[in-house]
Nanobody, 118 residues
Framework: QVQLVESGGGLVQAGGSLRLSCTASGRTFSNYGMGWFRQAPGKVREFVARISWNGDSTYYADAVKGRFTISRDNAKNTVYLQMNSLKPEDTAVYYC???????????WGQGTQVTVSS
């Protein structure tokens, strides 16, 4: 498994932007596909976005498509989630996760809180 640490969460007004970062250690980062997930209070964890090991392929949940952008820098062992046009419904704890190949995500960070005020 790879160890993951998220950062960049905070409080922002609706319409604002935040950039989340997730830094990996312990394994060869470029071997792993990466994903972002979120969990709002009282709700199940949901998929947000994913990116392939080399960054060539990305995929987004419909709820964030056109507003969020996932990217990675393998030289820095870091994956990012740029979040624009934030809405109150984006309020959640955001987690990054790693998976090897097409296996299930099996490494998770501790999460970072994002709160969007109306």
């Amino acid at each position: 498994q790879v160890q993951l640490v998220e950062s960049g969460g905070g409080l922002v007004q609706a319409g604002g932007s935040l950039r989340l970062s997730c830094t990996a250690s312990g394994r060869t980062f470029s071997n792993y596909g990466m994903g972002w997930f979120r969990q709002a209070p009282g709700k199940v964890r949901e998929f947000v976005a994913r990116i392939s090991w080399n960054g060539d392929s990305t995929y987004y949940a419909d709820a964030v498509k056109g507003r969020f952008t996932i990217s990675r820098d393998n030289a820095k062992n870091t994956v990012y989630l740029q979040m624009n046009s934030l809405k109150p419904e984006d309020t959640a704890v955001y987690y990054c996760a790693a998976r090897y190949g097409m296996n299930p995500y099996d490494s998770w960070g501790q999460g970072t809180q994002v709160t969007v005020s109306s």
